[in-house]
């Protein structure tokens, strides 16, 4: 049985992995044809909005989406002419500042003489001069060999990518008009396609899915496009030609996670230094951007986007690398949209799950499995801060039910599995115990501490009983962490304790009550005998079993208990004091 669940699991894994290669190989050579559909769908996402909103004011869809594709179109052309006519006088300007960059380099090349700089300038040619050779032995000069190409090959080289540029665009402007035409539709097939097994949750989290990555990359869309006219508004001020071209170039550029603002702020900064006059502007440049970056990074986006979409740092840089191994200078434009899109949807489609384990930004480990995970590694240091730090946000209580508690159960289930030894379970134990003495743990009957014998009026007497080992004792210590000791007298008993030595003690102290304490599965028959044991011992006795951190059937596991002799059953421990106060209290009144 166990080589066939290991041949399962590795076909599982080849046929994942051969699915990934070909996915990301039909994404490579079908580039042509995926490109203009990826960015017709995502501009679909970010002109709907406008749809919706004209929608609403009881325009038809058809001509909803007419009036805003001729809006966007007037948009992008008018973007498109202010760029191309800044790049126009870019190039016929650009001669005329020769004068100015040849003086600013003189300068830079006086002001480095004899620094390290012109050391290092210095040895690179003459690196370069001897790996060429030198001037020939003779010191005759080459000939200048000029290759004049016909006009018919260079025609074809500017036309080819020409034409399928335009057609890349009528396709991309054609498929995002039936996109927004079509939107139910589709997305009535993608809920037939993976929503099979629950429509309901499926269309919910499809429509949530859909509204969050809109609202993110139209966000998006005006974050950039207002640090592009930001851009272009403080470049005119500080007197950097053409400000319109560089604030553009900011807009797309700022696509790019990290360094996307940093590569667009080279250009106004080199044009800065070039031609005009001292180094004063290229601070203000420099500046500049450093200002809008912090207040847009760290202000704006948090505020604009808050918890719409995650995507961890790593996880943008990774895709930066990959989209733009894939497809090029435009993928790593479309890096971050994409990326957020995919982890939106393996936060909704359950079976894309995993694309927002690795490309989200939340936890992918439950408080109590990174405390459990760090104790297997016997990291303890951290294991503690990550205690501390979940104490800071929730209430002392809680750390107990829901992070020790739970660590125990998977120690308990890795034990039954035999993954691991004595040891291991020793270190848990005892990297437990010594947190629940920290100062901030619930201060109720201190660990460890017994039953005096003298206990005054009012206190009831109240047994916890470990149903298999030291495990189980560890929780009924932390049980007792929660009760109050002015009102009961809990004591632990060994979980080397024999049966009859346990029925010989609750006899003799006349006890009011018992908890046994049981982290399920392994210790469940344990704690029913033990239950059947106390029950025809002590037919009056309270018995409280507590199974911790139990995700069976609860109604089920209360029955079976139930009828063993218990008369209440809790999961949790704050479960546990409230069912145990008035259980003892009343067995108390009815003994006395």
């Keep these: 049985m166990a080589s066939r669940n290991s041949t399962s699991g590795w076909q599982r894994a080849f046929l994942v992995a051969g699915s990934i290669v070909l996915v990301i190989g039909a994404l490579y050579f079908a580039r042509s044809v995926v490109i203009p559909v990826v960015l017709s769908v ?10 919706g909103a004209l929608q609403r004011r009881g325009l038809p869809r058809a001509v909803a989406v007419v009036v805003v594709m ?30 100015e960059i040849a003086e600013k380099l003189v300068q830079l090349r006086e002001a480095s003489k004899g620094s390290w700089i012109d050391r290092v300038t210095e040895a690179i040619d003459e690196i370069e001069t001897r790996v060429r050779g030198g001037p020939p032995a003779d010191g005759s000069q080459p000939t200048a060999v000029r290759v004049i190409s ?55 989290a499809l429509d949530d899915a859909t509204t969050r990555i809109s609202r993110f990359l139209l966000m998006q869309l005006v974050v950039n496009a207002c640090f592009g006219i930001a851009v272009a508004a403080g470049l005119r001020l500080i007197g950097v030609p053409y400000p319109a071209l560089w604030g553009f170039l900011g807009t797309c550029l700022r696509y790019i996670p990290y360094i996307g603002a940093w590569v667009a702020c ?14 004063t502007p290229p601070l203000l440049v420099f500046g500049l951007f450093l200002c809008l970056e912090l207040v847009i990074s760290n202000v704006v986006e948090p505020w604009l986007y808050g918890q719409s979409v995650g995507v961890s740092e790593v996880a943008l840089l990774v895709a930066a690398a990959f989209w ?78 829901a992070v020790f508690v739970p660590a125990l159960s998977l120690a308990r289930r890795n034990q039954q599995r035999e993954q ?21 743990m619930p201060q109720g009957m201190p660990r460890g501490k017994e039953a005096d014998g003298t ?9 916890g009983c470990p149903a298999r080992d030291e495990l189980d004792e560890l929780t009924l210590e932390m049980l007792a962490r929660l009760l109050d000791p002015e009102r009961c007298c809990f004591e632990v008993l060994s979980p080397d304790s024999l049966t009859a030595e346990v029925l010989a003690k609750v006899g003799n102290d006349s006890a009011v009550a018992v908890v046994i304490g049981t982290l399920p599965p392994q210790s469940l028959a344990h704690a029913r005998n033990l239950c059947k044991r106390l029950r025809a011992g002590f037919p009056k006795l309270k018995i409280v079993v507590g199974c911790w951190g ?17 008369d209440q059953v809790a999961t949790s421990l704050v479960e546990a004091r409230a069912r145990l106060m008035p259980l003892a209290q009343c067995g108390k009144n009815k003994v006395a």
């Design 42 to 51: 995502l501009l679909a996402f970010v002109l709907h909005p406008l749809v």
């Design 70 to 99: 001729l809006f966007a179109l007037a948009v992008v052309a008018g973007v498109g002419f202010a760029v191309i006519s800044q790049v126009h006088r870019l190039a016929l300007d650009l001669p005329q500042h020769s004068h």
């Design 150 to 204: 016909p006009g018919f090959p260079l025609l074809q080289s500017v036309a080819g990518p020409a034409v399928e540029l335009l057609v890349s665009a009528v396709l991309v402007i054609v498929l995002v008009a039936f996109v927004l035409v079509k939107r139910e539709d589709l997305r009535n097939r993608l809920i037939r396609l993976w929503g099979q097994g629950s429509l309901t949750s499926m269309t919910r």
């Design 266 to 279: 080279a250009f106004p900064l080199v044009l800065s230094v070039a031609v005009l006059p001292g180094f």
């Design 324 to 401: 733009t191994w894939l497809w090029g200078p435009l993928g790593l434009v479309l890096s971050t949209p994409l990326t957020a899109c995919l982890a939106v949807l393996g936060r909704y489609v359950p079976s894309l799950e995993f694309l927002n384990i690795l490309l989200g930004d939340g936890p992918v480990l439950e408080p109590h499995a990174k405390y459990y995970q760090r104790l297997l590694a016997r990291d303890q240091d951290e294991a503690v801060e990550l205690v501390e730090e979940y104490a800071e946000a929730h209430d002392a209580e809680n750390v107990l039910d």
């Design 420 to 440: 691991l030894s004595r040891a291991d379970i020793a270190f848990i134990r005892d990297a437990t115990g010594e947190l629940l003495d920290e100062s901030w």
């Design 455 to 463: 206990d005054p009026a009012g206190r009831i007497r109240v047994f």
């Design 550 to 566: 139990w995700e069976g059937d609860r109604e089920k596991i209360e029955q079976r208990l139930k009828d063993a002799g218990a």
